[in-house]
């Protein structure tokens, strides 16, 4: 069975810090990748999506994502983060012999102070 | 993508009694929709698949009696939690499926006292 293991359960940064959250994938075949993000008191949104092409993806809100097949990884970035993107981070996959089905990671809860 | 509601966003209820959770695609017409709990600090957790027209697939050591799943339009799935119990607490969330990418509704808190 597939499963999405994302390192960081916590982190805390300050306003124009760097961000980047690791995910990694454990599935052979062909993946699709994922990354939604969750606002206090919202629903999830998508943040980006990957199926195929360039390997860097870019997202809204000045996020963006790089699929490295040989490390199983789809890590998310945003080069300065502001206080608005505290929220938790859900990284997703859905691998070919899942069907449709998204495996989520363990999420990761990002506070950016002030 | 796609607009997805929920209702109620939250519900009490006693245990030993039923709870009926809808999730509506507002703008899409959806062949697939899928069910989630998500326990407190969790990730979400795949309870189903929901087809429209035809019965649900569950995911393993999900009860199908005790989930009730009802997708009779292209836009609304209903959740039926039955005999709720308190270990049913959680927040339950629903997905539409557009091609290969979920939309995801609000949620819906439930308590069971």
């Known amino acids: 069975a597939q499963s999405v293991s994302q390192h960081n359960h916590h982190v805390i940064l300050s306003e124009a810090a760097s961000l980047e959250l690791g995910c990694n994938y454990s599935y052979g075949g062909t993946v699709n990748l994922f990354w939604y993000v969750q606002y206090p008191g919202q629903h999830l949104q998508l943040l980006l999506k990957y199926f195929s092409g360039d390997p860097l993806v870019k997202g809204i809100k000045g996020f963006e994502a790089e699929f490295i097949k040989s490390k199983f990884s789809f890590n998310l970035r945003k080069p300065s983060v502001q206080w608005s993107d505290t929220a938790e981070y859900f990284c997703?996959?859905?691998?070919?012999?899942?069907?449709?089905?998204?495996?989520f990671g363990g999420g990761t809860r990002v506070l950016v102070k002030p | 993508g796609a607009v997805v509601s929920q209702h109620p966003s939250r519900v009490i209820c006693k245990s030993g009694t039923s709870v009926k959770i809808e999730c509506r695609s507002l703008d899409f017409q959806a062949t697939t929709m899928f069910w989630y709990r998500q326990f407190p600090k969790q990730s979400l957790m795949l309870m189903a698949t929901?087809?429209?027209?035809?019965?649900?697939?569950?995911e393993q050591g999900v009860e199908k009696d005790k989930f009730l799943i009802n997708h009779a339009s292209l836009t609304l799935s209903t959740l039926t939690v039955t005999s709720a119990h308190p270990e049913d607490s959680s927040f339950y969330i629903c997905?539409?499926?557009?091609?290969?990418?979920?939309?995801f509704g609000p949620g819906t808190r439930l308590t069971v006292l």
């Open positions: 929901s087809n429209e027209g035809s019965k649900a697939t569950y």
């Open positions: 997905s539409v499926r557009v091609t290969d990418t979920q939309y």
């Open positions: 997703a996959v859905n691998a070919g012999a899942a069907g449709n089905k998204l495996t």
